[in-house]
């Protein structure tokens, strides 16, 4: 079955990017000149999904008004002329990216709760999950590397890269065997595991696709590590009743959760940006001399 839903859970607290994301939603951060969500949802359409539910919660509005129109500001561009047309279609365009839709998680109960939210937007159809905070850039959209597993072996994917021993107790750990080249069967995994716990440095990071009884799954899942329901804990049941491939991604991936993650996203994409980006290398240049 081809896939055309995803689901993006956007309904954390953000507590390590506080004060900033006090009111705001992390998800709302900029990197140069596009909220964080713009760029996951840009890679998920170039996946050759159509339908994105957003889970949010109180205080994320902002989330939705992003892919909504705005009369006011499209009039103001319009009477611009020729030099703010190109700016006014980029506004446009965001709300035409796919079809939006929204649902609350009314209380804070993990990525595991969140995503069963999704049940009846998602039906009987495998569906992608992306994370909210975690912003892949590539050439070949990471969400579409996972699909095209799916559509070979038609279990479960995992988005992994391998992550440092340290880094791996903050992460998820997974028992993974060849099958070749980026695939591996996942069999088993565990979510922020001691170092004594750690089954290979591979680690899920912010993409995956799943079958529909995931929710059944989720359902049954008792609160893991730090009090919350964790998808990790219901996809390790997935992955040990009837295994999961893990996709090994091209692309870089930016944890917009954290402080340093913010920082390595702007900087990077904004050497790369058409507009800024010449500037912005000759002022990184400068400012490492003083370094
Ligand atoms: P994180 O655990 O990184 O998000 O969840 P968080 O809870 O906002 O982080 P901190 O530790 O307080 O800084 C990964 C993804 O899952 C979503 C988050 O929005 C993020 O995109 N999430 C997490 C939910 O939607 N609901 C939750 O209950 C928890």
Request: glycine share 8%.
């Amino acid at each position: 079955m081809k896939i055309t839903k995803a689901v993006i859970p956007a309904a954390g607290l953000g507590t390590r990017v506080l004060p900033a994301t006090k009111s705001m939603p992390k998800e709302m951060l900029p990197i140069v000149d596009k909220p964080a969500i713009q760029y996951i949802v840009e890679e998920a359409v170039r996946s050759g999904i159509t339908d994105i539910l957003i889970i949010t919660n109180r205080g994320k509005g902002l989330i939705e008004d992003h892919f909504d129109r705005v009369p006011e500001l499209e009039a103001k561009l319009t009477s611009g002329g020729a030099q703010k047309a190109d700016i006014l279609r980029e506004v446009v365009d965001i709300s035409h990216l796919a079809n939006f839709y929204f649902v609350r998680q009314k209380e804070t109960r993990g990525l595991g709760h969140a995503v069963s939210r999704a049940r009846s937007f998602v039906g009987n159809e495998p569906f992608a999950v992306l994370y909210g905070d975690d912003v892949i850039i590539g050439e070949d959209p990471a969400c579409g590397q996972l699909i095209r597993a799916y559509e070979e072996f038609g279990t479960g994917v995992l988005g992994v890269k391998q992550v440092s021993a340290e880094a791996i107790t903050k992460y998820s750990s997974l028992k993974v065997e060849p099958i070749r080249d980026n695939y591996f069967k996942c069999t088993d995994m565990i979510e922020k595991p001691t170092p004594d716990k750690i089954m290979s440095l591979y680690s899920i990071l912010g993409r995956c696709v799943l079958t529909p009884d995931i929710f059944d799954i989720l359902d049954h899942t008792e609160p893991g590590a730090g009090g919350e329901i964790q998808l990790t804990d219901a996809m390790c049941t997935m992955a040990r009743r009837s295994g999961m491939v893990a996709v090994d991604f091209t692309g870089t991936r930016y944890d917009m959760g954290n402080k340093l993650g913010i920082m390595q996203a702007s900087c990077e994409v904004a050497l790369s940006h058409p507009e800024i980006g010449a500037d912005f290398r000759k002022y990184i240049k400068e400012l490492a001399k003083t370094l």
